[in-house]
């Protein structure tokens, strides 16, 4: 047990003039003594060793036991009373200075850094997190339960975590690396703005698209044609056009895609097939799903596992399958609920080939799992998760993964107006009553919810808060900023 401190409230004739000086002294004076003081506290405790502070804190602890436990009843409910007061005022400033901290921003003291804690809270489906983040954002608190990627082979795991002696170079030109693999291309149109850039930003549409799985004869081949040349020499003859990117990488990776890569030793195996069937109508199709409804006995030399066939011309297929042609047809687009969709576009991410998101995914309810929901969940801060080392390829990767959610999502509204009641709304009925409308020039109208992030809805709610966010504080000055 410590040493008990001495009471400075002894009964000594210092003490009682001391406490009959406080009780004469003015405010002012009271003020400018109790400064000094804390001060002095200050410089005190900067100077103390560990071993002083430590003594300091136990003595203190022992203290307010000693003077908890002597406390009457009368006493302790004052306390907490007190104590009540103190948080519940402490809590309702930190509301206001939340509320009031756009307003308190100074652009002549910038904060340098932000403190926001440690990740420490660790979830049921293994996902790291920060304390206040919601349960529900990695796999809905246990409702969506998915594999997750199988780990990285040797090769690409020295690359991507540092180990390989390359591991600096390969990072800083990953997307480079994984467009001469790709084996679709990635259809976008770049926003990027000139000079150094260390984000990814694209404008419009993003989609993917895949040619025939051989070059006409006038032409190189590219993407998925790369992989069906006779050789290897010849493959890295084709992808050897960017000289700033290292051949030994090139070398291994390309040799390892092609003896490991589901796809590649599918569509290989396929290809040969057919040149060996001598059948002049051909088309090879990667199905939608992996057991292919309906198969039936017209399919030529199936694979195994039903994922990769050989149809003949006349055979159907389903909308989203991705049907391959040998030297003709231009391009296709892939559908964005393909299994494949994920896998072709980035073959250093699924070196295996490994599925990605498709509407046969299921929850543990029972319930079809979300893109929302399949992307929230692989790109979560896990054990092993190599995503994360993909820097601007990982970059592209959220981009594409967003833009494919939101092209569903815009799909979805304009199947279900019917279910949005958007015949109840109005904005139709005043665009045709306006004076420069004309009825003859009005299109099918969808209708987007408040809810659609950046829709005229969405927009006109937040102009309508900040108005009412201005006109409560009083800051006219802000209208200007906020005005539309």
Same mark, same amino acid.
């Given at each position: 047990m410590p040493r008990k401190r001495k009471s400075s409230y002894t009964n000594t004739p210092h003490a009682q003039r001391m406490r009959l000086r406080r009780q004469s002294e003015s405010c002012d004076a009271r003020e400018e003594r109790l400064s000094r003081q804390r001060q002095r506290q200050t410089e005190s405790r900067q100077n103390e060793t560990l071993g002083e502070h430590q003594e300091r804190q136990e003595q203190d602890r022992f203290r307010h036991i000693v003077a908890r436990r002597n406390e009457s009843e009368e006493e302790r409910q004052q306390r907490l009373i007190a104590d009540k007061n103190r948080y519940q005022n402490l809590r309702q400033r930190e509301i206001q200075n939340a509320k009031?901290?756009?307003?308190?921003?100074?652009?002549?003291?910038?904060?340098?850094?932000?403190?926001?804690?440690?990740?420490?809270?660790l979830c049921q489906c293994g996902a790291k997190k920060f304390t206040g983040e919601s349960l529900g954002m990695c796999c809905g608190n246990g409702k969506v339960t998915l594999d997750q990627f199988p780990p990285l082979p040797q090769l690409f795991e020295e690359l991507f975590t540092?180990?390989?002696?390359?591991?600096?170079?390969?990072?800083?030109?990953?997307?480079?690396?994984?467009?001469?693999?790709?084996?679709t291309s990635f259809g976008h149109k770049d926003a990027s703005v000139q000079g150094w850039n260390p984000s990814v930003r694209i404008q419009g549409q993003i989609y993917h698209q895949l040619g025939s799985l051989m070059?006409?004869?006038?032409?190189?081949?590219?993407?998925?044609? %790369?992989?069906? !040349?006779? +050789?290897?020499?010849? @493959?890295? &003859?084709?992808?050897?056009?960017?000289?700033?990117?290292?051949?030994?990488?090139?070398?291994?990776?390309?040799?390892?895609?092609?003896?490991?890569?589901?796809? %590649?030793?599918? !569509?290989? +195996?396929?290809?040969? @097939?057919? &040149?060996?069937?001598?059948?002049?109508?051909?088309k090879i199709v990667i199905w939608e799903n992996k057991c292919a409804q309906g198969e039936h006995a017209r399919h030529f030399n199936a694979p195994t596992g039903a994922e990769?066939?050989?149809?003949?011309?006349?055979?159907?297929?389903?909308?989203?399958?991705?049907?391959?042609?040998?030297?003709?047809?231009?391009?296709r687009r892939i559908s964005e609920l393909h299994r494949s969709y994920d896998p072709l576009m980035y073959p250093l991410f699924f070196p295996y080939g490994t599925d990605g998101y498709h509407i046969y995914l299921q929850g543990r309810n029972g319930r079809k799992v979300t893109q929302l929901q399949f992307y929230s969940s692989y790109i979560m801060c896990r054990e092993g998760n190599y995503l994360l080392l993909g820097r601007r390829l990982f970059q592209q990767f959220l981009v594409d993964a967003y833009c494919k959610r939101e092209i569903e999502?815009?799909?979805f509204l304009r199947r279900e107006q019917q279910s949005l009641r958007a015949e109840n709304y109005s904005d139709l009925r005043d665009s045709l009553l306006a004076a420069d409308g004309d009825p003859n020039q009005v299109?099918?109208?969808?209708?987007?919810?408040?809810?659609?992030?950046?829709?005229?809805?969405?927009?006109?709610?937040?102009?309508?808060?900040?108005?009412?966010?201005?006109?409560?504080?009083?800051?006219s000055r802000l209208l200007y900023h906020y005005d539309m």
């Open positions: 009031r901290s756009a307003l308190l921003y100074d652009k002549n003291d910038p904060c340098n850094k932000a403190a926001i804690g440690e990740i420490t809270k540092g180990e390989s002696q390359f591991s600096k170079h390969f990072l800083s030109r990953l997307r480079e690396y994984n467009s001469l693999f790709a084996m070059p006409p004869e006038d032409r190189r081949a590219r993407y998925i044609q %790369v992989y069906f !040349l006779d +050789t290897l020499e010849d @493959q890295l &003859r084709a992808r050897g056009e960017h000289q700033n990117l290292n051949a030994d990488i090139l070398e291994r990776i390309t040799a390892w895609l092609n003896e490991n890569n589901h796809y %590649v030793r599918e !569509l290989k +195996t396929a290809l040969e @097939q057919v &040149r060996q069937g001598n059948i002049n109508d051909k990769v066939a050989i149809l003949m011309s006349n055979e159907p297929t389903e909308n989203r399958d991705i049907v391959l042609q040998l030297k003709q047809g231009g391009l999502r815009l799909k299109g099918r109208c969808i209708v987007l919810p408040a809810t659609y992030t950046g829709g005229p809805r969405y927009l006109h709610e937040k102009r309508s808060d900040a108005m009412a966010f201005v006109r409560h504080l009083r800051k």
